[in-house]
Each structure stands twice: as C-alpha cells, then as structure tokens.
C-alpha cells in the first residue's frame, strides 16, 4: 500500500505518527497485546483505515504469525468442499486470518504432499487438510511443527484435531430408508483406497464398511455390490454403467458422494432409465446441487458448513493457545428425502 502522494508503502511509524502514539503503541494494537485501552486502538485502528495503512505480511512472519490458514482440498468440483469453506469462512470472518486454498488430485499424494509443503514454507500459521491423500506419517510430521486439522478421516492423532462425521450413522440412514421403500438388491457406489497413504480410517473406508453392515442387518448381505469407481461425476458414471448393464442391474444405488450421484444421472439417461421410477438413487453430503429441482437428490446431510466452521474453529484454538491436547469433533447427520427415491416397480 502507497502512501496519499504514492512514493512509498505506509509504515508503522507513518500510522505512529498520525494517531499521535509511540510506535510500540502501533504495535501493541496489531499484535492484540493485552493492556491497551479502547480509546488508544480506536486512535490507532483509525490511523492506519486513513492511511490505508495494511501490515506486511513478510514482516509479520519475522515476528512469529502471517496471519494466513492454508486449506488443502482434493480437487474444486466437488460441491461438498464449497459447504465446507463457507463454514471456515464464516468463522474466520471477523478475525485477521486469511484463507489461501490449494488443490490437488484425489488420489494424487505427490501433488498434494509438494502443496503442503509450499503452504510451510511461506509460513502458515495453520492448516485445514481435506480428506488429505498425503502419507499419514507426512501430516504427523507437519503437525508437530505447525498447528492441523484433518477433516474427514477418523485417524486421531495427539498432533493434530479430527472434524468427522458420523459416517455409519449416515449410511444407515440411507440404506433404511430404500429398505423401507422396499428395495433389496441396493448397490453402492465408493471411491477406491488411496495405495501408500497409510490412512487406515478415510471416510470411504467408514461408508464401504457401514453400507455392508446395513445391508447385512436386513438380511441382504448376499445382494451388496460395491463399485469402487471413484468419487467423481466420471467415477459415477462408470459405475452406474457397469452395475446397469449387468446381469443383474440394483433397483437403487447408494452413492457415497453427491458428485458421484450426478455420474448416475447421466449413465441413466443414457440407458433410457427415469429416476425414480427404474432407478431409485440417494447421495452423500446434501450439497446445493442435490437440492436444484431438476435434480432432487435424497441425500444424507453431514451438515459440510458446521464441519468447515468447527475445523476452522479449533484451528485457531491451536494456533493461539491450545497445544497440549488433540480433539476429535463428530458431526450428526440426518436424510433428506427428496423426488429420486421411490418404491420399486412392482
């Protein structure tokens, strides 16, 4: 930022200067020291908004916080992930933190291992890491040094905070209701283990597990069907396409996630099947997308904008005070029920 007659970026003793305080004064209110009075930081908050007066960033890394929160997501298509920034967002809002994102594959750990380590190295003060692909042992070794959240994966650690959902919960949800509906031969569409990462609880890995135990509980164990064709609108179509085309194609399809749903819709489509009335199909997340009347997507709500909020929340918890305890935060969620699912035909 320019000084009014823009020869030079505004300093703290410009802002000193202006508000009539010592420079330590400046300081004290940038830093949110303790013991300085309402009076001084409405003098000196109202210099630096006058002088368009912005910290730099650099600087304030040299005296030990950038005020920056790095945010690694598998990939950008996937509407749970916006939910899930809302949250974050809303709950940084009125603070000083910035958010910076970063991308990676779903199942690509060298991309998403060289992000993390690019969001270290520019001094973060904190990471949200989203279903993270990256070796377990890698983010252990990050969180020891820089404060972590993992959402999604339900592998504690004394390094870093869990945001989880109740996946079983969930899935049981799902599974009863199209129970009820009166369908038995249900097939579920998921996304495949991540080779190397050494997570042992992924989100995936809880609803592969619980989808197989609840159709176990109604007595349908012989008619579970697993797709691991990835948790995409790609990976759901080709799954959809291979479980329709079979011998024995599902009256309905669970699929993990709501961007694997639409895959279904399409591969649907395709064959000249109507959704509800051939095919009953629920989803995962309860994204914006499965509310959209063309679609109406049943799907189990895991509540993504609490889960980004909470996360973000217990960041800043570690980053400012909280090191000596991990905590694990379970979200509840609960079915929507929307037009895509029916009882089968008779």
Same mark, same amino acid.
């Given at each position: ?132 692909? +990256?070796?377990?042992?890698? !983010?252990?070794?990050?969180? @020891?040094?820089?404060?972590? #959240?993992? %959402? $999604? *994966?339900? =592998? ?7 945001? +989880?959902?109740?996946?079983? !919960?969930?899935?049981?949800? @799902?599974?009863?209701?199209? #129970?009820? %509906? $009166? *369908?038995? =031969? ?7 283990? +991540? ?152």
């Amino acid at each position: 930022m320019r000084s009014a007659g823009g020869s030079k970026r505004v300093t703290i003793t410009d802002v000193a200067h202006s508000a009539g305080v010592s420079t330590s004064a400046v300081s004290k209110v940038l830093r949110n020291a303790y013991g300085v009075s309402p009076a001084m930081r409405e003098r000196v908050q109202s210099a630096m908004a006058e002088l368009g007066y912005r910290p730099h960033a650099a600087a304030r890394g040299m005296r030990g916080r950038t005020y920056t929160i790095g945010v690694l997501l598998a990939g950008i298509r996937n509407a749970f992930y916006a939910d899930l920034l809302d949250g974050v967002n809303a709950r940084l809002r009125n603070t000083e933190y910035a958010l910076f994102i970063g991308s990676g594959g779903d199942s690509e750990k060298e991309d998403q291992t060289k992000l993390i380590h690019a969001m270290v190295d520019r001094q973060m003060d904190g990471l949200i890491l989203v279903a993270p692909a +990256v070796p377990r042992p890698e !983010v252990v070794r990050i969180a @020891a040094d820089v404060p972590t #959240v993992v %959402l $999604g *994966h339900h =592998d504690p650690s004394p390094v870093y905070d869990c945001v +989880v959902n109740q996946d079983g !919960v969930g899935v049981d949800l @799902a599974v009863d209701h199209l #129970v009820g %509906l $009166g *369908h038995r =031969d249900i097939a579920h569409i998921s996304h495949p283990t +991540v080779r190397g990462s050494q997570w042992q609880q992924r989100p995936e890995h809880h609803v592969r597990a619980a989808y197989r135990e609840a159709m176990a509980r109604h007595g349908l164990a012989d008619l579970a069907r697993v797709m691991n064709s990835g948790y995409s609108d790609e990976g759901g179509y080709r799954g959809a396409m291979e479980l329709l085309t079979s011998q024995r194609p599902p009256s309905a399809i669970f699929a993990g996630a709501d961007v694997a749903a639409t895959g279904v819709f399409r591969a649907a489509a395709e064959l000249g099947l109507r959704i509800p009335e051939d095919l009953s199909l629920a989803g995962y997340n309860n994204t914006s997308v499965a509310a959209l009347v063309p679609v109406s997507l049943t799907s189990v709500d895991q509540a993504g904008a609490l889960m980004g909020e909470t996360a973000a929340r217990l960041l800043v918890e570690r980053i400012e005070s909280r090191r000596d305890r991990a905590v694990v935060m379970a979200s509840t969620p609960h079915l929507v029920v929307r037009g895509s699912t029916a009882p089968p035909r008779a």
